[in-house]
């Protein structure tokens, strides 16, 4: 099965973004799922948020 990892920072900190990123794939991983696609959004902006479902279906 596939799945896209989505993550968020409120105050955008890259080893806290990396850090999220790499416990999505373990946890997808852990469940049977091949993360394809990562979307990370920072600073209250949540577009990548709506461009999820284009990027589960595109």
């Known amino acids: 099965m596939k799945a896209v ?3 968020y920072d409120a105050e955008p ?3 806290l973004a990396q850090a999220q990123k790499a ?4 946890m997808a991983r852990s ?3 091949e993360v ?7 600073s209250g902006n949540r577009e990548g948020l709506q461009r999820l ?3 589960t279906h595109g």
């Open 31 to 33: 469940a049977g799922y």
């Open 53 to 55: 479902p284009e990027t």
């Open 13 to 15: 900190w890259f080893p």
């Open 23 to 26: 416990k999505c794939e373990r």
């Open 5 to 7: 990892a989505y993550t």
């Open 36 to 42: 394809v696609a990562q979307v990370h959004d920072e």
